[in-house]
């Protein structure tokens, strides 16, 4: 069974995730930042690049967004996709979808192929076909809801549907809710632009509570809890509109103690943040993400076996298998991630290692794909990425080192300093001394173990040498004087 737990703040929206009482998804939404996937703008071409087949469109964001040709609308009735420089040209202003947020210095990714998400149903204004979930897979079911969504669906609607993986549960006048719902959605969008010059945002994406109702409140949801009154009623409100069935378990938290502190999020979340990830059995994931990809290793720690070592690194590897799906989902690690597990002897062994990693990736929302064992002994997965991850969201580099996890020692700071030191006494010859600030553990390997090299540095170059000690001062920085 799984909760969910809403923290309404002032300017931040929080929701847990909880399967089996194992934190798996954590989201977070600040009103400053929230996640534009699913908008849809009126835009304009400021570039078209045929070389690239692809073109730069002017949505009002800081950045210009990227349209490759593959989501570009080709004109109606042709068979063949045509050159982006034939469909679309400089100065144009199209209606545009967000179909992935700006990431680090990547512009939003757009599309021309609107999708409007229901309860139960997507809406696909520009495509008259009748799709099914991939997560609905007997194939006699699939049959039943495309026939019926082609039965229900009106004369007048030109339009496509795909029907949600809670489509199989629900009743046909829960289908032409959605379709009168989502139809009455595009219809204020179309009738924007007649009204808004580009750039403008003509349709945005329910919030982040909205959206949790709309999209991952199922039969295995136990509770839906929230901890603001306004957040409550709202959510209620939204509910008793769009999905009645699901209101009894929405609750408001009325504890002593904070809703997070009750479920003890706060330190879960911070545990998500760390490097080193602990199994149960005692062996640990150290998880390093980079801008091109995340890496996974896979340690035994302390967990020595109780039967011989290839049991012992089979039982670790699953575990991590198992762990690491789940801090794929929690982080919202997005792109290449590379999996080294302890190397294993038996080709059984490996087996069981991806089958286990299979099985758990098979929960998450996200397309995630796991390759085979490379002769390294290493495993590729590349999970869909559609927003940064929790860590983006939550942290930003250090300012001390820069994002890098490392700072120079004590040691080759001091070299660094002398060797800038000299380069400033060839560019200013009439200085006759230096007077330099730097953090206690420089100012103290400079009182102790490099006296030669400062003397030395004084009888080469005739200048005075003096520092002082600074706490505030990081180890890998300095302050000069000149005199």
Known sequence: MEKFLINAGLRETRVAGLHDDFLEEYWVEQEVN????????????????????????????????YLHVSMVRQPKGEKKRLPIEEVIHQGQTLIVQVIKDPVGT?????????????????????EDHIGVSQRIAD???????????????????????????CGTVVREADFCFDMQYLRRRWADILAAPTKRRAPALLYTEPTLEERLLRDRVSEATEAVI?????????????AKKYMPDVLDRIVRYEGKESLFAHYDIAKRVDKALERRVGLPSGGYLVIDQTEAMTTVDVNTGAFVGRHDFQDTVLKTNVEAARAIARQMRLRNLGGIVIVDF?????????????????????LDRNVVTVSDFTELGLVELTRKRTRDSLSSVLCEPCPLCE????????????????????????????????????????????????????????SLTGKRLTWKPDASIAQDHYDIVMK
Not at 40 to 56: C, D, E, H, I, N
Not at 419 to 429: D, I, Q
Not at 433 to 447: G, K, Q, R
């Open 342 to 362: 302890i190397d294993m002897e038996a080709e059984d062994g490996r087996r069981k290692v991806l089958a286990a990693l299979r099985d758990a990736v098979a």
């Open 139 to 165: 194939p006699a079911q699939r049959d039943a809801l495309r026939a019926t969504i082609a039965a229900l669906r009106p004369e007048d609607d030109k339009g496509g549907y795909i029907v949600r993986t």
């Open 106 to 126: 990547k512009g939003a990714r757009l599309s021309m192929l609107i999708s409007l998400p229901g309860r139960n149903l997507v809406y696909l204004p520009y």
């Open 34 to 65: 929230r996640g534009l996937t699913g908008n849809v703008y009126l835009g304009r071409v400021t570039r078209v690049l045929p070389g690239m087949q692809s073109a730069f469109v002017d949505i009002g964001l800081e950045r210009t967004a």
């Open 226 to 238: 929230v901890d603001s009154l306004v957040g409550f009623e709202r959510l209620t409100g939204f």
């Open 403 to 458: 994002g890098r996890g490392m700072i120079l020692t004590a040691r080759s700071v001091v070299y660094a300093l002398l060797r800038e030191l000299g380069e400033r006494c060839k560019t200013h010859p009439e200085v006759t001394s230096f007077d330099v600030t730097v953090a206690p553990s420089v100012a103290d390997l400079l009182d102790k173990h490099e006296r030669k090299a400062v003397d030395l540095f004084m």
